[in-house]
């Protein structure tokens, strides 16, 4: 009996001792605090939180001390304040991360906001720059519409100084018309259509003035001619009298009559005044042509011939006298056109005659 | 003669006692002393994290407060050894909170700027384009111009 309380005894002890000494088994707390310290993240927070992470590795080691000396609820309470710990790191390591973001941002938002100052000022110059030339278009546009319609204007006067108002009526009042709509346009700021209007009033009255102009200008040229031709009238008349001067359909015809004997070419000298004089006539009326035409009386037997030379010669007792060649045109009448009466012996003779027409051009 | 040394003997004995217990009662003393400063400390810096809480780690605070409770409790019954691992535990864990509510600050402050430098950076971009449009057009009217001339 005494035997089998001791084997049991001792049954017992080698119980005790095979659990005291069997495999330790790991708290949980311990297990998780050695994942998450050697998971990748616990190297950064170690560098970010040094102070809180290294707390955690004293707990930790105390933990595992803790442990190995078979106080398993020790270090499952050191463990679990080491997790704690770590966590705290974390936080730590986090703050420090999220203040560098921080950091960054506002350095982000000031220099954005730099840009933005001086792209605010950029649009500023840029909104003022762009105003000042829309205003010197539009003002351009406006000068440039009122220089078209006074160019209209202009070109109306011009129009209206050649009569084309009466020779170009329909041309002219279209051009009325659309100067009338350019300017009704303009007065309700439709400058577009009242520089179109202002164009085409000045081209119309272009075309009418154009179309005037010849028509003017020869009238001009015959009143012009009108009154040099009264004026020459006048010289003549004093110059070769009265009676000998006349106006036809040619021009002004000065008579020199009975300037040559019978069947003569030479002129008789009481009449080198009277062709002295017609010559400076002829230098004081330039644009004339001088027309030398010789006569005889009827009963002349070479009246061609003889009043060729007749013309030919008064021809050339002009042009010494300075009258240009190219003027003077002579022609032989010989019997035509009898001015005098060859009945009557007195006054045959004077048909022996050159009559000389200025014609103005 | 017998008696005196003994008495002498006792005499030592008591003083070799309180030699030994003395000291050790003093050091006792000073423990419980600094473990409830330690205690009170807590207490004051869990009330300042509680007010800039906001209502977060509720759970958290109301642990550390009971731990304190208890330190105390055990301080008074001079359980040195026990409040001090108490207070060890609420130390670790006021941290984790005051790290927590700055780690929660920091984000919201870096979320909000984030926010915020995306909105600056949207309004720079829009100007920029806006430059960009102004700066054709401006050509645009720079050559009417000169057309005009």
Known sequence: ?361 | MRMRFGRIIAALGFGALLSVSLPSAMVFAQDGVKVREDVRNNQKRLDSLRADSSGRYVAEMTAISNWIEEALVRVGKNEISAARSLNIKTVVYLDYVDASLKKDTAVQMAGALELEANAVKAEKGKLEAAVQTLLAEEKLLQEQLKGQK
């Open chain 1, 1 to 361: 009996m005494r035997k089998l309380a001791w084997i049991i005894a001792a049954s017992l002890v080698l119980t005790a001792s095979v659990t005291a000494c069997g495999p330790k088994e790991k708290p949980a707390e311990l297990i998780e605090l050695e994942r998450v310290r050697s998971s990748t993240e616990a190297a950064q927070i170690n560098v970010q939180a040094p102070s809180a992470y290294a707390r955690s590795t004293e707990l930790y080691n105390s933990a595992v001390d803790a442990w190995t000396s078979g106080e398993k609820a020790r270090a499952s309470s050191y463990a679990s304040l080491g997790q704690r710990q770590y966590a705290t790191a974390k936080a730590i390591s986090a703050t420090k991360e999220a203040n560098s973001k921080v950091l960054l941002y506002k350095k982000e938002i000031e220099t954005n906001k730099a840009a933005i100052k001086t792209l605010e000022v950029q649009r500023d110059g840029l909104e003022k720059s762009i105003a000042l030339m829309k205003h010197n278009i539009s003002a351009a546009s406006l000068a440039s519409v009122e220089t078209k319609i006074q160019s209209a204007m202009t070109e109306r006067e011009r129009a209206a100084g050649v009569g084309a108002k009466e020779t170009q009526a329909d041309t002219f009042n279209a051009g009325d018309l659309a100067l009338k709509q350019a300017t009704e346009y303009m007065a309700v700021g439709n400058r577009d259509a009242a520089g179109k209007a202002a164009e085409e009033a000045n081209a119309l009255f272009i075309r009418a003035y154009e179309a005037a102009k010849p028509e003017f200008d020869r009238q001009q040229q015959n009143l012009k001619s009108a009154e040099r031709q009264t004026s020459l009238m006048q010289d003549a008349q004093a110059a070769v009298g009265p009676s000998y001067v006349f106006m036809d359909m040619k021009g002004v015809v000065m008579v020199v009559a009975g300037a040559f004997d019978y069947d003569k070419t030479t002129l008789l000298p009481i009449k080198y005044d009277v062709i002295h004089n017609i010559g400076e006539l002829a230098k004081k009326y330039p644009e004339t042509t001088v027309i030398i035409e010789g006569y005889t009386q009827e009963r002349s037997r070479k009246a061609f011939e003889v009043s060729q030379m007749r013309a030919d010669g008064v021809r050339d007792m002009l042009i010494p006298k300075g009258v240009d060649s190219r003027r003077l045109m002579t022609t032989a009448k010989g019997k035509e056109n009898q001015r005098y009466n060859n009945r009557n012996k007195s006054e045959r003779g004077l048909n022996d005659r050159v009559e000389i027409t200025f014609i103005f051009p």
